[in-house]
């Protein structure tokens, strides 16, 4: 594992990703100095009274300039503008990343200079409550942590975050941004929006006396329980993700739609059937959260020395459902390239990586962890 103890990480917008970000930082990686900066002096005082942050910043730029990584984690319209102003305060080694749920727009709007040390971040985690005051070091552990990247990234610098977040316990996996906004917008908004309906549904709703909400069981409280999440933030989600989460919900409402013709219709075959689906896939998504690593396999990719190589692999993968649990890439030469070294769990996952790969044209190859580190 690589020494932080004399690494600064840098976080603007301590809240809670960010507050957990810098106790996962310091107590998962040791690393030395965790810089915050907030709008909000008692944000600040309280990063440093749970130890989110060991020191404090005045501005983003200040906070951007001591940084080897800096996170941006302040709510996704204003993390284009951040971003920038902490790329432009930062030095050339320094990582910018964000914390943001939504991507292909930040992602289309960079410029080729700011594609080099900027990587889109999004951790697929959370809780009901916010604030730094909620933050902690284990927040990350397991998540998947999709990252996004231009053509012009320093395959260095992915290196590096993605060692970081593998050492603070998240599953980095690459993804395209559409992709991402897309996924999203199913699995991440829409859920926001029907607990919303559902709940001022419930909430406007009085019989004989009685209040509905009063009489709310546990399945109607696990569906409702982020209807109330900061509305501040959750619009701007919203907003920033419209295109892909109003398909989302046309989508969904053409299956209500069906659903309300069976019960119109007295059609129970289908209604039995719907369900039985929906509990197969929850089955597969419940399962795929417990699965126990296999035996590590590297995939050896030689890459020619060009931009957006880089991304165009990760990405391929990540769309496949691959995770890459560590790379490397060693730079031969401008003319020759390098070999980008990918390690996976299973004998299976590297060969389907391998198929992935050469249908793209690179010539990769699989092999044993044991025999990667022999040879």
């Avoid at 109330?228 to 419209?242: L, Q």
């Amino acid at each position: 594992m690589n020494d932080y103890s004399n690494s600064t990480v840098s976080i603007i917008g301590v809240g809670l990703m960010g507050g957990s970000m810098g106790l996962a930082a310091r107590e998962r990686l040791g690393v030395g100095s965790v810089v915050g900066y907030s709008r909000s002096p008692r944000t600040l005082d309280e990063a440093r009274q749970i130890g989110a942050v060991t020191d404090t910043a005045g501005s983003v730029e200040e906070a951007a300039s001591r940084a080897d990584i800096c996170f941006v984690a302040t709510p996704v319209r204003t993390i284009l503008e951040v971003s920038r102003r902490a790329l432009a305060a930062s030095g050339s080694g320094c990582i910018v990343t964000d914390m943001g749920s939504t991507k292909s727009g930040l992602m289309a709007a960079l410029t080729s200079m700011e594609e080099m040390r900027f990587i889109g971040g999004h951790p697929v985690c959370g809780a009901e409550t916010s604030g730094v005051r909620n933050a902690r070091a284990d927040l990350f552990d397991k998540a998947t942590y999709f990252l996004t990247s231009g053509p012009g990234l320093e395959p260095a610098h992915y290196e590096r975050l993605h060692g970081f977040l593998t050492g603070v316990g998240a599953l980095p996996t690459a993804i395209d941004p559409n992709a991402h906004d897309r996924i999203m917008a199913l699995v991440s908004h829409m859920p926001h929006v029907l607990a919303i309906a559902a709940m001022n549904q419930a909430g406007s709703l009085s019989l004989d006396g009685r209040e509905a909400l009063l009489s709310a069981g546990p399945s109607f409280r696990d569906l409702t329980r982020v209807a109330g999440s900061n509305p501040g933030i959750w619009t701007d989600i919203f907003m920033e993700n419209r295109r892909w989460l109003a398909e989302s919900l046309r989508q969904l409402r053409g299956s209500m739609e069906r659903i309300e013709q069976a019960l119109t219709e007295g059609d129970e075959n289908f209604l039995a059937e719907m369900i039985a689906e929906a509990a197969a896939n929850r089955n597969r998504m419940l399962e795929a959260e417990h699965l126990e690593p296999l035996d590590l396999f590297v995939v050896k990719v030689p890459v020619p020395d060009r931009p957006g190589v880089l991304s165009q692999v990760t990405v391929a993968l990540g769309n496949a459902g691959i995770n890459i649990d560590d790379l490397s890439f060693h730079r031969i030469s401008l003319e020759q390239g390098g070999v980008l070294s990918l390690v996976v769990s299973g004998r299976e996952t590297g060969e389907h990586a391998v198929a992935i790969l050469r249908k793209l044209g690179y010539d990769a190859v699989s092999v044993p962890f044991s025999d990667a580190e022999a040879g």
